[in-house]
């Protein structure tokens, strides 16, 4: 079955960077676009980032773009997020996901226990 | 921009009753919805798709209907287990959520 294990967050300083890794397993990774989504204590998910499957192509929310960057390694099936000028409302738990459905409708159906990142001074 | 705003922010029935949550877009021509319900502690699990298409494992009690701008996810019989946040989605917007309580 798929499995998604998220690691590498932590506290961290304002400013500072931080990268954040997604082993998978039971699906074809090179095959899937992947996202991640984050969602911060007391509030609702927030999508963050993609890469598309088709060329790795990227996007990624307003709130992050310019400072974050998803990646992905096929040979290892692994997905990251590599975080810098990391601000006090960065702070969240981080989720990788597999995309589901179209370009325009998306949705996804296996969640792992996702990794936490708190940024303060 | 599109915005999804869920009503109500807090829903307070009993076991038994009948549950009406409901996602408004700001864009009108979105075609799709999806829910999800999130219980403390734990990571969302995902209840509908494609605004109607419940996903696996998921009783029957739980409906979704609905075309852009408004859609609606209705639990017919709530049952204990159902208590819990539940978000609507679609694409890369999330609504604030709705608390259904009991």
């Known amino acids: 079955q798929v499995q998604l294990v998220e690691s590498g967050g932590g506290v961290v300083q304002p400013g500072r960077s931080l990268r954040l890794t997604c082993r998978t397993s039971g699906f074809t990774f090179s095959e899937n676009s992947m996202h991640w989504v984050r969602q911060s204590p007391g509030k609702g998910p927030e999508w963050v980032a993609v890469?598309?499957?088709?060329?790795?192509?990227?996007d990624y929310a307003d709130s992050v773009k310019g400072r974050f960057t998803i990646s992905r390694d096929i040979s290892k099936s692994t997905l990251y997020l590599q975080m810098t000028s990391l601000r006090v409302e960065d702070t969240a738990k981080y989720y990788c996901?597999?995309?589901?459905?179209?370009?325009?409708?998306?949705?996804?159906?296996?969640w792992g226990r996702g990794t936490l990142v708190t940024v303060s001074s | 921009e599109n915005v999804l705003m869920q009503s109500p922010g807090t829903l307070s029935l009993s076991p038994g009753a009948r549950a009406t949550l409901s996602c408004r877009a700001t864009q009108s021509d979105i075609t799709s919805m999806t829910w999800y319900q999130q219980k403390p502690g734990q990571a969302p699990r995902l209840i509908i798709f494609d605004s109607s298409t419940r996903a696996p494992g998921v009783p029957a009690r739980f409906s979704g209907t609905g075309s852009g701008p408004d859609f609606t996810l209705t639990i017919s019989s709530l049952q204990s287990e159902d208590f819990a946040l539940y978000y609507c989605n679609q694409r890369d917007k999330f609504g604030q959520g709705t608390r259904l309580e009991i």
């Open positions: 996901v597999p995309h589901r459905g179209s370009y325009s409708n998306w949705y996804f159906d296996v």
């Open positions: 890469v598309w499957s088709y060329a790795g192509h990227t």
